[in-house]
């Protein structure tokens, strides 16, 4: 039952108010619906079983009264079987409930009278100064038996007890002393029962408003925990789903896949040359487009049973499911073109459009395919990236031989030979913190590359260029550089790491150039980490297994990243001592489910077992580093403890702290 304010109110008054007070009308009536089926059953089997009892003493009639035993068992058989028909009548017929009870009022009141009045013309007189002592019976029942509202018991048992005194003290042929004490007790049992009955309608009352606040405050409690499900799921500006719920909407759709024939498209959005929109007309001006941009993909989505979200920045993704290819370019066709008809003007493009349009990237899930987001999210990334190489305002769906992307990937590797002497290739620090203090114990440095306009070029589609082309040695070298730099000018923690691929590490002179960089900034060597991720066996790469060897032994921190993502990590931890294990963010974010926390906790219990320390990357929520807590891992990783960002608002949200 959903309450109102009004009703809230109420309760609120009701509570506060002295047990003496009337209680509140609307409340009455509540209480008095909220059993309607029961307060039904109970009136119809009530004059049932009133009646049996009813009829069934007519024996006494015959012994007791014969000069009129057949008038009194005509009477009993006539206002008994009446009235359970009329009773049966009123219940079946769905009149409300106060309707059966002034019914099942009317047939005590009238029972009663109408064998008082039938038995009054008996000889008999000091055998029915012995039985009206019976008449108590319709009292009791009229106060106690029926649930009825007090003022209806009242009402009801005082008429009986006025007509049984008044018989008593002057129709009934008896001493005085006897039609004293019968009136006296007919008096007593109405007070008793009317007090009973008071106690007992207070106390139903009473328990029914508390049960109303509780109801009440669970109510508020529901309400304030989904307003909170849905901020955290919420992204503030765009009222669109976030990363975070868009990572939950996906995990649904992969649980229900299989259910039918239709596959899981994931189309990623960017809006072209939005940095320069912003410069142009101010950032008010940019989030008002965004907003209506994504008031625009909100309503596409919903035509087409889809789920849209802002994944960061000018970026927006889409969740859909596709009967196949064609399919899916339709429905990501449909979202360029909705951009298109709202005619957004822009000013400062540098191309023949004058309005804001969009370019995407879509993918779907294949049977070959790993079932996960981050795959699905990298696909569809890098045929954005063909989309904006081919002129923007257009979509591409990922295909891994399209001359597109080829054509793409060729460019993105000319940029890349620039990228360092350009200054297109920067660095972002991530905080590493102690799960229990929520210290800052170290920082994961991250490589970012934007084009020549300005727009940001994701990791998943310039490192896998770069060491395809090779430009991954010198851009891994340059950041390792940068970062020991940094870590001996500004102070980044214990530690600080980078990620480091199977190309670098295949590469000869790789560890001297290391110990080259920290001799160079008299860095110590444990204060630099190396991340391999698990992705392929870099044991059988000879070259790659010595290097390692010779970083551990030069002192260099090994960890390894994404741990349970590729097929060779058990492999790895056999083989080599990890100073870190980084548990990928995706067994954390399945802790939703109990097979997903079963598996967590026995990952980090083989780790352990191993000797290993680990870190847990994506906490996101305070009940995400609690279950960690609770776990005893020692460091975290995410979004909860702080986004990648440059070493100068790393330093000032460090200067914040300590302020």
Request: proline share 2%.
């Amino acid at each position: 039952m959903q309450l109102t304010e009004a009703v809230a109110q109420r309760v609120t008054q009701a509570i506060s108010r002295p047990r003496w007070k009337p209680a509140d009308p609307m409340l009455s009536e509540m209480l008095l619906q909220k059993n309607a089926d029961q307060n039904r059953q109970i009136v119809r089997w009530g004059i049932a079983a009133a009646v049996l009892s009813y009829v069934a003493y007519g024996v006494f009639d015959w012994f007791l009264f014969p000069d009129v035993a057949i008038r009194l068992v005509l009477t009993r058989l006539t206002l008994g079987f009446v009235f359970l028909a009329l009773v049966e009548i009123v219940a079946r017929r769905r009149f409300a409930v106060i309707t059966l009870h002034y019914v099942a009022a009317l047939a005590i009141v009238s029972g009663a009278i109408g064998w008082l009045l039938a038995a009054l013309g008996t000889t008999h007189q000091a055998a029915l100064a012995h039985f009206m002592i019976f008449g108590t019976v319709f009292i009791l029942g009229a106060n106690l038996f029926f649930n009825f509202r007090l003022w209806l018991s009242a009402i009801s048992s005082a008429t009986v007890t006025v007509a049984f005194v008044g018989a008593a003290l002057f129709l009934l042929q008896a001493e005085l002393a006897t039609r004293l004490v019968l009136s006296t007790y007919f008096a007593n049992c109405l007070v008793l029962s009317l007090y009973l009955s008071w106690r007992l309608s207070l106390e139903r009352y009473q328990t029914f408003v508390h049960s109303l606040q509780a109801q009440i405050q669970e109510q508020a409690a529901i309400e304030k925990g989904q307003k909170l499900i849905e901020m955290a799921d919420t992204d503030p500006l765009t009222g669109l789903k976030n990363r975070r719920a868009i990572t939950r909407e996906f995990s649904e759709l992969r649980n229900d896949w299989g259910t039918d024939n239709d596959e899981i498209g994931v189309i990623l959005i960017d809006v072209d040359y939005f940095k320069k929109y912003n410069d142009r007309l101010g950032h008010q001006a940019g989030d008002d487009c965004l907003t209506e941009l994504a008031r625009s993909f909100r309503e596409t989505a919903a035509l087409n049973h889809a789920v849209a979200g802002r994944y960061g920045g000018e970026e927006f993704v889409v969740l859909c499911k596709v009967a196949g290819r064609d399919h899916l370019r339709e429905l990501t066709q449909q979202f360029c073109r909705a951009v298109e008809d709202l005619k957004i003007p822009h000013p400062d493009r540098g191309d023949k459009i004058d309005v804001v349009t969009i370019s995407a990237g879509a993918s779907l899930t294949r049977a070959e395919q790993s079932m996960e987001l981050r795959v699905l999210l990298q696909e569809a990334d890098r045929a954005l990236y063909a989309s904006k190489f081919s002129g923007r305002a257009t979509f591409t769906i990922y295909d891994a031989q399209a001359i597109d992307q080829e054509r793409a990937t060729e460019n993105l590797s000319e940029l890349l030979k620039l990228a360092i002497s350009k200054r297109l290739v920067s660095v972002v620090y991530q905080p590493i913190c102690d799960v229990a203090s929520g210290d800052v114990i170290g920082h994961e440095s991250l490589m970012r590359l934007r084009d020549v306009d300005g727009s940001m070029i994701s990791p998943a589609v310039f490192i896998p260029v770069a060491e395809q082309t090779g430009r991954i040695v010198e851009l891994g070298m340059w950041l390792i550089d940068r970062v020991c730099a940094d870590m001996m000018e500004h102070g980044l923690g214990a530690v600080v790491s980078a990620n480091v691929s199977i190309v670098q590490l295949k590469a000869p002179n790789f560890p001297l150039r290391i110990a080259d960089i920290l001799g160079r900034h008299g860095m110590a060597p444990q204060k630099l980490a190396l991340e391999i991720t698990e992705g392929s066996d870099i044991f059988l790469e000879a070259q790659a297994a010595r290097n390692i060897e010779q970083l551990h032994n030069l002192g260099v921190q090994i960890w390894l990243d994404d741990f349970g993502t590729g097929f060779a990590g058990l492999a790895w931890l056999r083989r080599f001592k990890f100073d870190v294990v980084k548990i990928d963010r995706s067994f954390l974010h399945d802790c939703q489910t109990s097979r997903g926390l079963s598996l967590l906790k026995d990952m980090v219990k083989l780790l352990r077992n191993l000797g290993h320390t680990v870190l847990v990357e994506g906490v996101e929520t305070k009940e995400q580093q609690a279950l960690l807590q609770g776990l005893g891992i020692q460091s975290i990783q995410g979004f909860l403890t702080g986004r990648p960002v440059p070493i100068e608002e790393s330093n000032q949200a460090k200067a914040g702290l300590v302020a």
